[in-house]
């Protein structure tokens, strides 16, 4: 079973960043994470998932 360092961050449309997770080592295969964007304003916001060596997913997150 493998499992890999996992770092979530999310910005704004202008780059700053409004969350981000310390890496963590979670094991492979799906994961569920809740963001609580209370708080936010009304957006476009894009989330950057980081794992092991290189592996990331850009995401779009729209919070309205």
């Known amino acids: 079973d493998e499992s890999a360092l996992v770092e979530i ?3 704004d449309i202008a780059g700053k960043v409004v969350y981000r997770t ?3 080592s ?3 295969g799906p994961q569920h994470v ?3 964007t209370e ?3 009304p957006g ?3 989330t950057t998932v980081r794992a092991g060596e290189g592996a ?3 995401q779009k997150l729209v919070k309205l």
Do not use: H, N, Q, T
């Open 22 to 24: 310390a890496p963590e």
């Open 26 to 28: 979670l094991p492979s």
């Open 56 to 58: 990331f997913l850009k």
């Open 34 to 36: 809740e963001i609580d």
């Open 9 to 11: 961050e999310v910005s």
């Open 44 to 46: 476009v916001y894009v």
């Open 39 to 41: 708080g936010w304003l």
